[in-house]
């Protein structure tokens, strides 16, 4: 599921390229509202994996403020 693959990228050890892939995702039309296996949202794996660049772009689209 798209949730799954949300996880994947914020779970990461690497942080090159994740934001780039995060920005092709939303681009593509990827949800920031999508739930995984355990109910959590982009914007909540991001936290809690510390990923502070991933969240910074998925709050930018939750606010509507995305643009780039």
């Not at 949300?6 to 739930?35: C, I, M, P, Q």
């Amino acid at each position: 599921s798209g949730g799954l693959f949300w996880k994947d990228v914020a779970s990461s050890g690497r942080l090159e390229g994740h934001t780039a892939t995060v920005h092709t995702l939303l681009n593509a039309g990827a949800g920031v509202d999508l739930l995984d296996k355990s109910k959590q949202t982009p914007c909540q794996l991001a936290a809690r994996y510390g990923k502070q660049d991933i969240l910074n772009v998925l709050m930018a689209r939750v606010a509507g403020g995305y643009g780039s």
